[in-house]
T-cell receptor, first 114, second 111 residues
Framework: KAGVTQTPRYLIKTRGQQVTLSCSPISGHRSVSWYQQTPGQGLQFLFEYFSETQRNKGNFPGRFSGRQFSNSRSEMNVSTLELGDSALYLC?????????????FGQGTRLTVV | SQKIEQNSEALNIQEGKTATLTCNYTNYSPAYLQWYRQDPGRGPVFLLLIRENEKEKRKERLKVTFDTTLKQSLFHITASQPADSATYLCALEHGNNRLAFGKGNQVVVIP
């Protein structure tokens, strides 16, 4: 079974630009969550999608948005990039049928804002 | 405020010994708690899940305890090996399919 795939692996963007990151979950998984990981804050929850609907949202500004497609693939978008948005962005998939399931993480997208 | 605390100092341990990591939390009431392993530049990998009504869970050389009164979980790696060197993260259930993570505790196993 293929794992969670995130593209691209690395990105360098300029302040003020926008960026779109992609996540393909494990086949059959309907829940996709996004996390931002920085050395100072650790892993922080951004949002979670299940069957194309956002079920949960973390405490991030509206510049961070996401969506999920009918095939469960998900994208997240960050507009008007700031230097502080530099981080490892991780996507995790799970079956989504219950709450006590493990999350399968992708390798992440390393975003650098200059 | 809500907090999940893991030791920020790396744990250096001799090969063959038992490594013990602590996860303390405040103002959470998790139905379950999970432990993940993360290697540099990679995403976390799930290790163990323990529910609020379970005291202890084991998997091979790993053991996790969960004390909801103390609001603490302990994670043990017995007979540690250099390949166990990594950062270990605890994560609490925080709503429907949502996890809140600690910042992680690095383990270095010295041959």
């Amino acid at each position: 079974k293929a794992g969670v795939t995130q593209t691209p692996r690395y990105l360098i963007k300029t302040r003020g630009q926008q960026v779109t990151l992609s996540c393909s979950p494990i086949s059959g998984h309907r829940s996709v969550s996004w996390y931002q990981q920085t050395p100072g804050q650790g892993l922080q929850f951004l949002f979670e999608y299940f069957s194309e609907t956002q079920r949960n949202k973390g405490n991030f500004p509206g510049r961070f948005s996401g969506r999920q497609f009918s095939n469960s693939r998900s994208e997240m978008n960050v507009s008007t990039l700031e230097l502080g948005d530099s981080a490892l962005y991780l996507c995790a998939s799970s079956p989504g049928q219950g709450t006590n399931t493990e999350a399968f993480f992708g390798q992440g997208t390393r975003l650098t804002v200059v | 405020s809500q907090k999940i605390e893991q030791n920020s100092e790396a744990l250096n341990i001799q090969e063959g010994k038992t490594a013990t990591l602590t996860c303390n939390y405040t103002n959470y009431s998790p139905a379950y708690l999970q432990w993940y392993r993360q290697d540099p530049g990679r995403g976390p990998v799930f290790l163990l899940l323990i529910r609020e009504n379970e005291k202890e869970k084991r998997k091979e050389r790993l053991k996790v305890t969960f004390d909801t009164t103390l609001k603490q979980s302990l994670f043990h790696i017995t007979a540690s090996q250099p390949a166990d060197s990594a950062t270990y993260l605890c994560a609490l259930e925080h709503g429907n399919n949502r996890l809140a993570f600690g910042k992680g505790n690095q383990v270095v196993v010295i041959p």
